[in-house]
């Protein structure tokens, strides 16, 4: 049994006939589920090395990291489209300025709480604040971003994603009493409150905020009666943009002062001992920060995706199952995790694997861990268990579009 036949066996989906781009659903769907593989590798591979680490990774461990980069990009750029659209379909200025700004802090207090005790089961003495977080901080600045005209947010998005890059010699201790600032804006590392109060930053906010801005902009694209057409010629203009701007390795994946783990995705790529490495080298750009070749090689093929969603059936198939987890975004994202977590502790049992780490929020101990193919295996099983809550809470959405509330799960 698969997805698509328990999908063929529901009842059926709310209407799509609304305001609501179905497209843009499906492509936020794809994502969630991209999101979930790399997830569940992270619970259940048990590496000792990153998958971009040159020296230790392998074809398919990268293919399997890689693919998931498109996620917080899209995301982003989503979620700036998506407030653009209310606008254009009757709400205020001043109703999205207030929408981003308490949904933006409703996300950060999720990161700091509901989220943290989700990865760990157990309260870190640092906090990780990731892509919820950045999403949130986002949001926030928006509220007072969209109060500017659509082309000046255009702008300033395009420029943020552009030249954000040319930051990265700043170093944070260069800053001396604004240095946990700039952690927090541009450079990824720990942040100290109080010796009590640590946070370690993992999206640093300039060039979120510029993927979100960006995103507010295509709204115009969007609500274009020719937007497929428009959405494949920019999404194959920033690919190929990628491939340029990568090939001749002058700029665009910077070293932003970040640790050590993603020390193999700074800067130009280089000829490998294999043809194999030599393009796993090629695609392994920076993610923490997101540089400018990450961006491009991540929202041009998202767009060139989108444009072919444009028009893909929701009633039934893989083109329905995307549309209700594109349409519970958040509540699919806590809800995977603790699944995921869960799964990994009952697994472990399971097979006399050792799991006292994954109450403690700990690294994982030698000798744990599972091939990719029982990787894949567990993905499936994770996305198996989300579809039948997912497609409930988003037919209780739909017959409570009064309730203002669930706007913010």
């Given at each position: 049994?698969?997805?698509?036949?328990i999908?063929?066996?529901?009842?059926?989906v709310?209407?799509?006939r609304?305001?609501?781009?179905?497209?843009?659903?499906q492509?936020?769907g794809l994502v969630?589920?991209?999101?979930?593989?790399?997830?569940?590798?992270?619970?259940?591979?048990g590496?000792?090395f990153?998958?971009?680490?040159l020296?230790?990774?392998?074809?398919a461990?990268?293919?399997?990291?890689?693919?998931?980069?498109?996620?917080?990009p899209?995301?982003?750029?989503?979620?700036?489209a998506?407030?653009?659209?209310s606008?254009?379909r009757?709400k205020?200025?001043?109703?999205?300025?207030r929408f981003?700004?308490?949904?933006?802090l409703?996300l950060?207090?999720?990161?700091?709480?509901?989220?943290?005790?989700?990865?760990?089961?157990a309260?870190?003495s640092?906090?990780?604040?990731?892509?919820?977080?950045?999403?949130?901080?986002?949001?926030?600045?928006?509220?007072?971003?969209v109060?500017?005209?659509?082309?000046?947010?255009?702008?300033?998005?395009?420029?943020?994603?552009?030249?954000?890059?040319?930051?990265?010699?700043i170093?944070p201790?260069?800053?001396?009493?604004?240095?946990g600032?700039?952690v927090?804006?541009?450079?990824?590392?720990?942040?100290?409150?109080?010796?009590?109060?640590?946070?370690?930053?993992?999206?640093p906010l300039?060039p979120w905020?510029?993927?979100?801005?960006?995103?507010?902009?295509?709204?115009?694209?969007?609500?274009?009666?020719?937007?497929?057409?428009?959405?494949?010629r920019?999404?194959?203009?920033?690919?190929?943009?990628?491939?340029?701007l990568?090939?001749?390795?002058?700029?665009?994946?910077?070293d932003a002062?970040?640790s050590?783990?993603?020390?193999?995705?700074v800067?130009?790529?280089?000829l490998?001992?294999?043809l194999?490495?030599?393009i796993?080298?090629?695609?392994?750009t920076?993610?923490?920060?997101?540089?400018?070749?990450?961006?491009?090689?991540?929202l041009g093929?998202?767009?060139?995706?989108?444009?072919?969603l444009?028009?893909?059936?929701?009633e039934?198939?893989?083109?329905?199952?995307?549309l209700?987890?594109?349409?519970?975004?958040?509540?699919?994202?806590?809800?995977?995790?603790?699944l995921?977590?869960?799964?990994?502790?009952f697994?472990?049992?399971?097979f006399?694997?050792?799991?006292?780490?994954?109450?403690h929020?700990?690294h994982?101990?030698?000798?744990?861990?599972?091939?990719?193919p029982?990787?894949?295996?567990?993905?499936?099983?994770?996305?198996?268990?989300l579809y039948?809550?997912?497609?409930?809470?988003?037919?209780?959405k739909?017959r409570?579009?009064?309730?203002?509330?669930?706007s913010?799960?």
């Amino acid at each position: 049994m698969d997805l698509q036949r328990i999908a063929a066996n529901q009842a059926p989906v709310p209407s799509t006939r609304s305001s609501r781009i179905a497209s843009v659903d499906q492509l936020r769907g794809l994502v969630m589920i991209l999101m979930a593989l790399d997830h569940t590798r992270d619970y259940f591979s048990g590496l000792s090395f990153s998958p971009e680490d040159l020296s230790k990774t392998y074809g398919a461990l990268f293919f399997t990291r890689v693919i998931t980069h498109i996620c917080a990009p899209v995301f982003f750029l989503l979620a700036g489209a998506g407030a653009y659209l209310s606008v254009a379909r009757g709400k205020s200025l001043p109703q999205v300025s207030r929408f981003f700004w308490t949904r933006g802090l409703w996300l950060i207090f999720l990161e700091l709480t509901v989220l943290s005790f989700a990865w760990n089961f157990a309260f870190a003495s640092v906090a990780f604040v990731q892509v919820i977080w950045a999403l949130g901080w986002s949001m926030v600045a928006m509220a007072l971003i969209v109060r500017l005209p659509v082309r000046w947010i255009a702008g300033l998005g395009v420029a943020i994603i552009l030249l954000h890059n040319l930051l990265d010699p700043i170093a944070p201790a260069a800053l001396v009493r604004f240095s946990g600032l700039w952690v927090v804006l541009h450079t990824p590392g720990l942040v100290s409150i109080t010796p009590q109060m640590k946070f370690f930053v993992g999206y640093p906010l300039i060039p979120w905020i510029g993927v979100m801005a960006a995103g507010y902009a295509l709204g115009v694209l969007l609500e274009r009666p020719d937007r497929r057409k428009w959405l494949l010629r920019l999404g194959v203009a920033l690919t190929l943009a990628f491939f340029v701007l990568r090939t001749l390795n002058l700029y665009g994946n910077g070293d932003a002062g970040i640790s050590s783990f993603v020390s193999s995705s700074v800067g130009p790529w280089k000829l490998q001992p294999s043809l194999t490495l030599t393009i796993i080298a090629f695609f392994n750009t920076l993610k923490y920060p997101p540089s400018l070749d990450y961006l491009l090689m991540t929202l041009g093929p998202a767009l060139i995706v989108l444009a072919g969603l444009d028009g893909v059936t929701v009633e039934r198939g893989l083109g329905r199952i995307l549309l209700v987890f594109g349409r519970v975004p958040l509540f699919y994202y806590i809800l995977h995790i603790f699944l995921i977590h869960a799964l990994a502790i009952f697994v472990g049992f399971l097979f006399h694997q050792p799991v006292s780490w994954l109450w403690h929020g700990e690294h994982s101990p030698a000798g744990y861990g599972y091939g990719l193919p029982f990787v894949y295996l567990m993905w499936f099983i994770v996305l198996l268990i989300l579809y039948l809550p997912c497609k409930s809470y988003m037919a209780f959405k739909s017959r409570h579009r009064d309730w203002g509330w669930l706007s913010y799960l």
